[in-house]
């Protein structure tokens, strides 16, 4: 009580809430297989001093923070633990600023990232980062995961665009890091190491992002169906070496187009067991039919270039769809590995003995064209059994990932799930640094703790 009487002091009226329905339903992200704690209360704060406020109380009664924006994570991140308040950042949502001179943006942390991108066209720029959740997920927990996308394979993934940021760190400080220049190599980059940091070294109050000018040629879609999914992955490697960088280059097996075909009527099986769907921005054709022969020199049944742009954005919407998809079979264990582009096919291969190894259904979508594998590993609901299968398997494949050479997270982030596979790819050397900024920032312990390290 004394906590909560300081808490109350800090704050405006209406701003705490107690209410053990709501809190329970902002108590963890779309992780459905991390486990989750009891909070105590929900902040819901309307600017960077009350952040700051809350902050600065928890740590001085040691109260554990667990910020969160939409809940659309996908590794239990934002998941509560025992006795924490949930700090709840998506009613901070202006866009503060466009400047097109300078192509930046600033904006808190509430803002959805679709609405960013349809606020910075109306400027004729672009804001490039696209996870499936984009119509949803806001930007600061984009920038939290270090969020990426279907587009990333060109242009990259959040902590590439993010120029500055304020933060609330442990101690309750409320600093600013980074830049608006388009250059400077003042110190250390403080705003590249917030991002993708999960809250656990500061809550993120304001984002000052890149912006690009939006691409001046419509974009020609190439899609290609396979046998296998190996045959498929023989595409993504030829199309790495061959040197062309589409803007996407994405991979959806048979049981996505099944599962969005049982809940959407779109007809995508009858196109072949495996599809890869390139897409290329720059308008130049001799590059869409480059990416077009690495599809059937690998040994595509089936490959066309769409000129029909509706058909086109069908088949990526169709991509996006795939997971909730699955959703409706049962609970999906989700995957994020990446490896070397050049051994996709191999790890494809693996990921196929997993299932059969485990008896576990795999459904497989993927950011093909940079190596970012998303094996779904869908469980009958309330098959105990299966699921420990699932979880056998899902630790595997984060082993397979390290052993090639890749990572367990590409961009959905470690949160709860991935930590002892990321314990296995940095080792204890490079962990003892993560906790030495850990403890310089967070003193007290209490942003986020048991999540990432």
Same mark, same amino acid.
Request: one cysteine or more; hydrophobic letters at 45%.
């Given at each position: 009580?004394?906590?909560l ?7 405006p009226?209406? %701003?705490i ?10 108590? /963890? ?9 009891k909070?105590?209360?929900?902040? %819901? ?7 700051? %406020? ?7 009664h040691?109260? #554990? ?10 590794? *239990?991140?934002? =998941?509560? @633990?025992?006795g ?14 466009i ?10 942390p509430?803002?959805? =990232?679709d609405?960013?991108?349809?606020v910075a066209?109306?400027?004729?720029l672009w ?17 939290a995961?270090?969020?990426g *996308? @279907?587009?990333?394979?060109?242009y ?7 120029l500055?940021?304020?933060? @609330? ?8 890091? *980074? /830049?608006?220049? /388009? ?11 917030? @991002?993708?940091?999960?809250g ?5 109050t304001?984002?000052?992002v890149?912006?690009?000018?939006? #691409? ?15 045959a498929? *992955? ?11 960088? #589409? ?10 187009l099944?599962a ?12 072949g ?33 769409s ?16 997971y ?6 049962? #609970?999906?264990?989700?995957e994020?590995v990446?490896?070397?582009?050049g051994?996709v096919?191999?790890?494809?291969? %693996? ?9 576990? !259904?795999?459904?497989?979508?993927? !950011? ?43 961009? +959905? ?9 990321? +314990? ?24 986020n703790p048991?999540?990432?390290?």
């Amino acid at each position: 009580m004394q906590f909560l009487d300081a808490l109350t002091a800090a704050l405006p009226p209406g %701003r705490i809430v107690l209410d053990p329905d709501v809190v329970a339903a902002h108590s /963890r992200d779309q992780a459905a297989w991390a486990p989750q704690g009891k909070a105590a209360a929900l902040v %819901r704060p309307e600017d960077a001093e009350q952040v700051r %406020r809350v902050v600065a109380v928890c740590a001085e009664h040691r109260v #554990p923070v667990v910020p969160r924006g939409a809940g659309t994570g996908l590794s *239990g991140g934002a =998941n509560a @633990v025992d006795g924490c308040v949930l700090l709840a950042l998506d009613g901070m949502d202006r866009i503060l600023e466009i400047d097109p001179g300078e192509q930046l943006a600033v904006v808190q942390p509430g803002v959805v =990232n679709d609405r960013l991108r349809a606020v910075a066209a109306e400027h004729g720029l672009w804001y490039p980062p696209d996870p499936a959740s984009s119509p949803w997920s806001t930007i600061g927990g984009n920038a939290a995961t270090n969020a990426g *996308g @279907v587009c990333c394979v060109k242009y990259g993934v959040t902590r590439d665009y993010v120029l500055g940021l304020q933060v @609330v760190t442990g101690t309750g400080d409320l600093v600013r890091v *980074g /830049r608006r220049t /388009r250059k400077g190599v003042a110190g250390y980059d403080l705003a590249g190491l917030f @991002v993708g940091s999960e809250g656990t070294l500061g809550v993120i109050t304001e984002i000052t992002v890149r912006l690009l000018r939006l #691409p001046g040629s419509p974009p020609k879609t190439i899609v290609g169906a396979f046998g296998s999914l190996v045959a498929a *992955g023989r595409a993504v490697a030829a199309a790495a070496a061959s040197g062309i960088t #589409p803007s996407a280059l994405e991979l959806v097996d048979r049981y996505c187009l099944r599962a969005v075909d049982d809940w959407k009527n779109m007809g995508l099986a009858d196109l072949g067991d495996v599809l890869l769907l390139g897409r290329v921005d720059t308008g130049d054709e001799a590059e869409a039919a480059a990416l077009q022969a690495c599809f059937d020199e690998a040994g595509a049944v089936f490959s066309t270039r769409s000129t029909d742009a509706e058909e086109a954005e069908a088949l990526f919407s169709a991509r996006r769809l795939a997971y909730p998809a699955l959703e409706r079979l049962g #609970p999906v264990l989700t995957e994020d590995v990446c490896v070397p582009r050049g051994l996709v096919p191999e790890m494809l291969a %693996r990921i196929e003995g997993h299932a059969r190894t485990h008896d576990v !259904h795999i459904a497989n979508i993927a !950011h093909a064209g940079d190596g970012n594998l998303h094996p779904l590993i869908v469980v009958p609901a309330g098959d105990e059994e299966a699921r420990a299968r699932a979880q056998s398997a899902f630790e595997a494949i984060l082993d397979d990932a390290i052993a090639l050479g890749g990572t367990v997270t590409g961009e +959905h982030g470690v949160g709860l799930l991935k930590k002892r596979g990321m +314990h296995a790819e940095l080792g204890e050397d490079v962990l003892a640094l993560h906790r030495a900024i850990k403890s310089a920032l967070d003193p007290a312990g209490v942003l986020n703790p048991g999540k990432v390290i």
